[in-house]
Structure formats: C-alpha cells, structure tokens
C-alpha cells in the first residue's frame, strides 16, 4: 500500500461548489503539507501543518482551507471553487528531522468549470 | 525571501551522455539540499540529498555542493530516456519548509 494517498484522483466540479481533497499517510510524520501545480509555476505551497494542533499559511492559502483530523490526516477545502483553482494538487509528509525529505502523494487532478 | 533558481530548460543530451543540472539558492544558512524527479503528471520522487560540500554519489546520479558559492548540481552519468523529466531542486534551511525551485526539464534524445 502507498504511504502517502490522496481522494479523489480526478475531480471535475462547477464554480462556486465547495470540495474537499483529502489526505492520509502511514509513514508516521508529524509534517504534513499541500501544494498545488501549474504548468511553468512549479510547486506552490498552500498550507502546511508541523503537527495536530498546528496550522500555516503558505505562499497561496486565499481560497483555501484545511484542516488536521489526526497526525495521519490532513485536508484541503476549497470553500467556493473558481476555474483558476484548476490545477493538479499534490499532499507531501516529512519527518521533521534535520533531513527533512519531502515524501508525496500520487496527487489530485482538479477541473473547475 | 528564500529562492532557489534552477534554469527551466528544455536540456537536451544525447543518450550515453552526461546531463548537468543546476541549482543555485539565496539563503546562505541552507542545511539540506534535495534533487526530486517528476514525470509528466506524476508526483515528484526523491533521487538524492546532500548536506555536506562536496560530491555525493549513487549509482549514475552525483550530487555536488559548493555552499561558498551556494550553488548545488545534479550530474546524471550514461542518460537514458527514460531520464527524461523535470528536476527539481528544493533547500532546506531549518524549521520550515522545504523551497523549492521550478525545476529543469530534461529530455535525453536515443
């Protein structure tokens, strides 16, 4: 079984719709984080959580919402969609050492019509 | 503001041949350094870290870091194509988050 997974894979909604992408892990990380991906914007950070009672804003958190249920979990809400929103969306994890390695998610391919 | 700059490319190398990619970072007290591999479409997958100066290396792939000058590159010995992707490099430099740069797109011609 994958260590990182992510549901939906492929999501297509409407504008204004609220959805949410959801994220769960079995490595046992404490950090967890959300990015979303562009052709020719690379990764960009959404937010991050560095454990269950923590939460951050990243480089592009307006529009978004998430929320941490459990050290395994961590969920990406967008409260009301708009078609810039598009974009592929990829869950990462990482221990929290000093190696700090990034481990992601298969990622979510979004469509907002 | 952390940056890390990578050349976004297309490299083009002809199969057998060595791909040099590049990376260079504004924070001089970066600890961690990454090189990722992403395929069309797919998540990024890590190939190698380096913490020290100097060369690092596994199998075809050598990391080389110069933290004077601050800059890291990924040399990819006998490219195939199936090394054909986007790179990137990403910097860690404590407590935060990992900074990724846009990546390099590399394509190994057979």
């Known amino acids: 079984d994958a260590d990182v997974t992510q549901t939906p894979r492929n999501r297509i909604t409407k504008t204004g719709k609220r959805i949410m992408l959801e994220c769960s892990q079995t490595k046992g990380h404490d950090r967890m984080y959300w990015y979303r991906q562009d052709p020719g914007l690379g990764l960009r950070l959404i937010y991050y959580?560095?454990?269950?009672?923590?939460?951050n804003k990243g480089e592009i958190s307006d529009g978004y919402s998430v929320s941490r249920q459990a050290q395994a979990k961590f969920s990406l809400s967008l409260e009301s969609a708009i078609p810039n929103q598009t974009a592929l969306y990829f869950c990462?994890?990482?221990?929290?050492?000093?190696?700090?390695?990034?481990?992601f998610g298969p990622g979510t391919r979004l469509l907002v019509l | 503001q952390k940056e890390v700059e990578q050349n976004s490319g297309p490299l083009s190398v002809p199969e057998g041949a060595i791909a040099s990619l590049n990376c260079t970072y504004s924070?001089?007290?970066?600890?961690?350094f990454f090189w990722y591999r992403q395929y069309s479409g797919k998540s990024p997958e890590l190939i190698m870290f380096i913490y020290s100066n100097g060369d690092k290396e596994d199998g075809r792939f050598t990391a080389q870091l110069n933290k004077a000058s601050q800059y890291v590159s990924l040399l990819i010995r006998d490219s195939q194509p199936s090394d054909s992707a986007t790179y990137l490099c990403a910097v860690y430099s404590g407590n935060t988050p990992l900074v990724f740069g846009k990546g390099t797109r590399l394509s190994v011609i057979a």
């Open positions: 990462a994890t990482s221990e929290g050492t000093a190696q700090e390695t990034q481990y």
């Open positions: 959580s560095f454990d269950v009672k923590d939460i």
């Open positions: 924070d001089r007290g970066s600890q961690s």
